[in-house]
């Protein structure tokens, strides 16, 4: 099945820094999501981004589908960014299915 | 975005003993929800489509028998952990597909965290 690899997988930054998150899949996919999953669990729906660029406030992302990869980039971190960072592809190989990375686990100091 | 509500938030069950986890739609239909497992620390791994009128698609080394899954209505759909055990103790969370004719945005319940002792 599809590959979904996510780098770095641990990443501790300085409050008011920026960083870059990556995603790469191994195979063509119809769509592609990112999410912050809370400290409860909860997953929250960052960007829907199949392909191109999006940004919302101090986060954007950007697919590159012909190469098959995707990056989230958080500016100016704060420590309510800290969490888990997934990459999540979805696939109509086999049936429709939401495959999940391995994820980036971020922690932002004060 | 699309709601989807998971009840109850957190559960603990004596071993031996079945649980039963719903995942609902609020605002739309889904013919198709999702079940999830996360271990601590870990990614979340597919355990099963839903698909409402028929049978669950189980992903490979997901026991049927032990994770039932019923999708009786286009707004619901229930996981039941039969004869828990601790080692099944874990993380659930379900997920639909936004409304139908949209695109194929997937939306998240909150989680449901099983503990078995």
């Known amino acids: 099945g599809i590959q979904v690899e996510q780098s770095p997988p641990d990443l501790i930054l300085q409050e008011g820094a920026n960083s870059t998150l990556r995603c790469n899949f191994s195979?063509?996919?119809?769509?592609l999501q990112w999410f912050h999953q809370n400290p409860w669990g909860q997953l929250i729906n960052l960007f829907y981004?199949?392909?191109g660029t999006k940004q919302n406030g101090r986060l954007s992302a950007t697919t590159v589908a012909t190469e098959r990869y995707s990056l989230l980039y958080i500016s100016s971190s704060q420590t309510t960014d800290s969490g888990v960072y997934f990459c999540?592809?979805?696939?109509?190989?086999?049936?429709?299915?939401?495959?999940f990375g391995a994820g980036t686990r971020l922690f932002v100091k004060a | 975005g699309a709601v989807v509500s998971q009840h109850p938030s957190r559960v603990i069950c004596k071993s031996g003993t079945s649980v039963k986890i719903e995942c609902r739609s609020l605002d739309f239909q889904a013919t198709t929800m999702f079940w999830y497992r996360q271990f601590p620390k870990q990614s979340l791994m597919l355990m099963a489509t839903?698909?409402?009128?028929?049978?669950?698609?189980?992903e490979q080394g997901v026991e049927k028998d032990k994770f039932l899954i019923n999708h009786a209505s286009l707004t619901l759909s229930t996981l039941t952990v039969t004869s828990a055990h601790p080692e099944d103790s874990s993380f659930y969370i379900c997920?639909?597909?936004?409304?139908?004719?949209?695109?194929?945005?997937?939306?998240f319940g909150q989680g449901t965290r099983l503990t078995v002792v």
């Open positions: 981004i199949p392909s």
């Open positions: 997920s639909s597909l936004g409304p139908l004719n949209s695109n194929t945005e997937a939306f």
């Open positions: 839903s698909n409402e009128g028929s049978k669950a698609t189980y």
């Open positions: 999540a592809v979805q696939t109509n190989t086999g049936g429709f299915k939401t495959i």
């Open positions: 195979d063509s996919v119809n769509n």
